[in-house]
């Protein structure tokens, strides 16, 4: 395997990490995986391309734009359906998978219709630079999307750890009833990080879809990529769903380069029959001394 | 005593029973007639027709018995080539190909079923999700069973006594076939089975320790939902005489799960009317750039939180309002 396939697949890893870290935020503060990240991820690149391309806006105010609303579709998500909706049913999980489906399908038509229904090319955020490694050569939108995942985990990481809604947000994690008990704001930090997963993946949309183009339907499979990132990465820490997302990209990478494009998706369905059958909770795991 | 007012409600329920059969027959007909010789009707009828079959196919096993299996694009696919494959590569009569599509449909449904019985939720949806896909990836990949990306096309029409069927009739065939498995559906929901299946989604363990086995249950309605909607799959195939790897793709699935809950899941008819209203809304109304699928988006989203009953739901609250209010007003004058 030539040395320019790992740059693809730390590439496509980070990727699939930061949506994985959408999911595992929503995950420890309202105990669902939000399929409708995906389509978040997807709405920002989208945005802020087509801003680019239609409107002629410069890169940097398309680019936050295009965050902040998938910030606010995950916020919008949480207040206006999955709330109300978790309220009338008693939290049952069926509810709200429903929900959070009809986001997606909803997000995915609202983008298809306000920005057309074609790929979008994507347009590198450092195009002139590189870094040559010697073995092999790193191009600027990698570096950019490298260094956005360090900076994202290592803050979400810092923040779990360092800041009042962090804190609470990993209690509620472990513990939702216990959490409620003490008097802890519950629903408001699963307010908190229904938004962060929607910046992290809204900052992760913007990025890939520089690199490789991105079009109404493109979130679909960024949600179930990230899923099964997380899947294999499991909730143990914040850096395991960066862990699941390079085994997953790894995973994508060698399999159909050694055995043919269309085992891919035999392959993945393989790894996740047996991650739910062997390791329902990932590789990495919260292990708790009694 | 007592006896009389049973016997009276009793009398009752089997006459809104009959009424429901006999109005759904008489819409199915008032479809049939629609439809016509138009061509462009004709194609809407049938595409409705395969809806409802794919819907009225989930309402089992995810309406009722709340298992969200999401592989059904696969088990329409597989109804569709099994046609391709009976009409060309064999001389059997066509009715053949539905049953072996749905005998193999179900097949895989149960082992998919079995697989995946230890998971609910969020990982049913997905692994189901990621076999739609892996199947997909098969039909174009096994091109000496599915002709890959062509697939299969020149399928000859069905032949009755000898004379072939021209697609009105087959049309107006396939409508009726629906009409049948809505009423089929309809009635077992209404059975001790359908009972026992709406309490093993509520209360799996009282429904175990009543001795009815759950898996086993489960695995019945997966199987026979799948077997539903590879008929859809199968009748629509010969009705356009052609099938290949993008005719019934994923996306297909999402529509599906959205139709009970437009039409009203406490009836299979929610579904049949959630298939109308989809086909209504993506392909015969076109306002502005392919909205129709957004609205129709907004519209689940919309029923989802303000009418969780949907329309069928509304509209049965509606008439019971409607009657409450006569009999008071009856009971104020007397």
């Given at each position: 395997?030539?040395?320019?396939?790992?740059?693809?697949?730390?590439?496509?890893?980070?990727?699939?990490?930061l949506?994985?870290?959408?999911?595992?935020?929503v995950?420890?503060?309202?105990?669902?995986?939000?399929?409708?990240?995906?389509?978040?991820?997807?709405?920002?690149?989208?945005?802020?391309?087509?801003?680019?391309?239609?409107?002629?806006?410069?890169?940097?105010?398309?680019?936050?734009?295009?965050?902040?609303?998938?910030?606010?579709?995950?916020?919008?998500?949480?207040?206006?359906?999955?709330?109300?909706?978790?309220?009338?049913?008693?939290?049952?999980e069926?509810?709200?998978?429903?929900?959070?489906?009809?986001?997606?399908f909803?997000?995915?038509?609202?983008?298809?219709?306000?920005?057309?229904?074609?790929?979008?090319?994507?347009?590198?955020?450092?195009?002139?630079?590189?870094?040559?490694?010697?073995?092999?050569?790193?191009?600027?939108?990698?570096?950019?999307?490298?260094?956005?995942?360090?900076?994202?985990?290592?803050g979400?990481?810092?923040?779990m750890?360092?800041?009042?809604?962090?804190?609470?947000?990993?209690?509620v994690?472990?513990?939702r009833?216990?959490?409620?008990?003490?008097?802890?704001?519950?629903?408001?930090?699963?307010?908190?990080?229904?938004?962060?997963?929607?910046?992290?993946?809204?900052?992760?949309?913007?990025?890939?879809?520089?690199?490789?183009?991105v079009?109404?339907?493109?979130?679909?499979?960024?949600a179930?990529?990230?899923?099964?990132?997380?899947?294999?990465?499991?909730?143990?820490?914040v850096?395991?769903?960066?862990?699941?997302?390079?085994?997953?990209?790894?995973?994508?990478?060698?399999?159909?380069?050694?055995?043919?494009?269309?085992?891919?998706?035999?392959?993945?369905?393989?790894?996740?029959?047996?991650?739910?059958?062997?390791?329902p909770?990932?590789?990495?795991?919260?292990?708790?001394?009694? | 005593?007592?006896?009389?007012?049973?016997?009276?409600?009793?009398?009752?329920?089997?006459?809104a029973?009959?009424?429901r059969?006999?109005?759904t027959?008489?819409?199915?007909?008032?479809?049939?007639?629609?439809?016509g010789?138009?061509?462009?009707?004709?194609?809407?009828?049938?595409?409705?027709?395969?809806?409802?079959?794919?819907?009225?196919?989930?309402?089992?096993?995810?309406?009722?018995?709340?298992?969200?299996?999401?592989?059904?694009?696969?088990?329409?696919?597989?109804?569709?080539?099994?046609?391709?494959?009976?009409?060309?590569?064999?001389?059997?009569?066509?009715p053949?190909?539905?049953?072996?599509?749905?005998?193999?449909?179900?097949?895989?449904?149960?082992?998919?079923?079995?697989?995946?019985?230890?998971?609910?939720?969020?990982?049913?949806?997905?692994?189901?999700?990621?076999?739609?896909?892996?199947?997909?990836s098969?039909?174009?990949?096994?091109?000496?069973?599915?002709?890959?990306?062509?697939?299969?096309?020149?399928?000859r029409?069905?032949?009755?006594?000898?004379?072939?069927?021209d697609?009105?009739?087959?049309?107006?065939?396939?409508?009726?076939?629906?009409?049948?498995?809505?009423?089929a559906?309809?009635?077992?929901?209404?059975?001790?089975?359908?009972?026992?299946?709406?309490?093993?989604?509520?209360?799996?363990?009282?429904?175990?320790?009543?001795?009815?086995?759950?898996?086993?249950?489960?695995?019945?309605?997966?199987?026979?939902?799948?077997?539903?909607?590879?008929?859809?799959?199968?009748?629509?195939?010969?009705?356009?005489?052609?099938?290949?790897?993008?005719?019934?793709?994923?996306?297909?699935?999402?529509?599906?799960?959205?139709?009970?809950?437009?039409?009203?899941?406490?009836?299979?008819?929610?579904?049949?009317?959630?298939?109308?209203?989809?086909?209504e809304?993506?392909?015969?109304?076109q306002?502005?750039?392919?909205?129709?699928?957004?609205?129709?988006?907004?519209?689940?989203?919309?029923?989802?939180?303000?009418?969780?009953?949907?329309?069928?739901?509304?509209?049965?609250?509606?008439?019971r309002?409607?009657?409450?209010?006569?009999?008071?007003?009856?009971?104020?004058?007397?």
């Open positions: 395997m030539s040395a320019q396939l790992w740059v693809s697949v730390v590439q496509i890893g980070c990727f699939f990490g949506v994985a870290l959408g999911y595992y935020l995950l420890e503060g309202a105990d669902f995986f939000n399929f409708a990240l995906g389509p978040f991820a997807m709405f920002s690149g989208l945005t802020a391309s087509w801003l680019m391309a239609k409107q002629g806006w410069p890169l940097g105010l398309a680019a936050v734009l295009g965050i902040a609303i998938a910030a606010v579709l995950a916020v919008v998500t949480e207040v206006a359906l999955v709330r109300p909706i978790d309220a009338r049913t008693g939290g049952g069926l509810p709200s998978l429903i929900a959070v489906v009809a986001v997606l909803a997000v995915e038509q609202l983008a298809g219709t306000l920005f057309g229904r074609q790929l979008m090319p994507g347009r590198s955020w450092l195009p002139g630079t590189s870094l040559d490694l010697g073995f092999v050569t790193v191009d600027g939108q990698t570096i950019v999307l490298v260094a956005a995942t360090i900076v994202s985990f290592t979400v990481w810092l923040w750890r360092k800041s009042k809604y962090g804190r609470i947000l990993r209690a994690g472990s513990n009833e216990a959490a409620r008990t003490l008097g802890m704001p519950v629903g408001r930090v699963r307010l908190v990080a229904f938004a962060l997963a929607g910046l992290v993946v809204g900052l992760a949309g913007q990025l890939f879809s520089a690199k490789a183009g079009s109404f339907q493109s979130g679909f499979g960024w179930l990529s990230g899923f099964l990132a997380l899947v294999i990465g499991g909730t143990g820490s850096w395991a769903p960066l862990a699941g997302g390079l085994l997953l990209a790894l995973a994508q990478t060698l399999v159909p380069y050694y055995l043919g494009s269309a085992s891919l998706d035999y392959a993945v369905l393989a790894v996740a029959i047996l991650f739910f059958a062997l390791r909770s990932g590789l990495f795991v919260r292990r708790v001394r009694v | 005593m007592s006896a009389l007012p049973l016997q009276k409600a009793v009398g009752s329920v089997r006459s029973e009959s009424a059969i006999l109005g027959l008489v819409l199915t007909v008032a479809v049939i007639g629609w439809a010789a138009d061509l462009f009707r004709q194609d809407l009828a049938l595409l409705g027709a395969t809806y409802a079959l794919l819907a009225l196919g989930m309402y089992m096993p995810f309406n009722l018995a709340g298992a969200l299996s999401l592989a059904y694009s696969a088990y329409v696919a597989i109804g569709g080539y099994s046609v391709g494959l009976v009409a060309t590569k064999t001389g059997w009569p066509l053949v190909a539905y049953l072996l599509g749905a005998l193999a449909s179900a097949a895989l449904a149960v082992v998919l079923g079995f697989a995946t019985r230890r998971l609910s939720g969020f990982y049913l949806a997905a692994v189901t999700l990621l076999f739609g896909m892996a199947f997909q098969f039909l174009l990949d096994a091109k000496d069973v599915t002709g890959g990306a062509v697939g299969i096309g020149s399928i029409p069905l032949t009755f006594f000898g004379s072939e069927l697609r009105q009739t087959f049309i107006a065939l396939t409508l009726l076939i629906v009409w049948i498995v809505g009423v559906v309809d009635r077992v929901r209404r059975s001790p089975f359908g009972v026992a299946l709406q309490s093993s989604r509520d209360v799996p363990a009282a429904v175990e320790a009543a001795g009815v086995g759950v898996p086993a249950l489960r695995l019945t309605v997966l199987g026979a939902g799948a077997a539903i909607a590879s008929l859809g799959g199968g009748l629509f195939t010969t009705a356009n005489q052609t099938i290949g790897p993008d005719t019934f793709t994923l996306h297909l699935v999402m529509l599906a799960i959205f139709m009970p809950l437009l039409g009203g899941q406490g009836s299979a008819w929610g579904a049949v009317l959630g298939a109308v209203l989809v086909v809304l993506t392909f015969n109304l306002i502005f750039e392919r909205s129709g699928s957004l609205i129709f988006g907004v519209a689940v989203l919309a029923v989802l939180l303000i009418a969780p009953g949907g329309i069928i739901g509304y509209a049965g609250q509606g008439a309002w409607l009657r409450g209010a006569a009999t008071r007003t009856r009971g104020a004058r007397r």
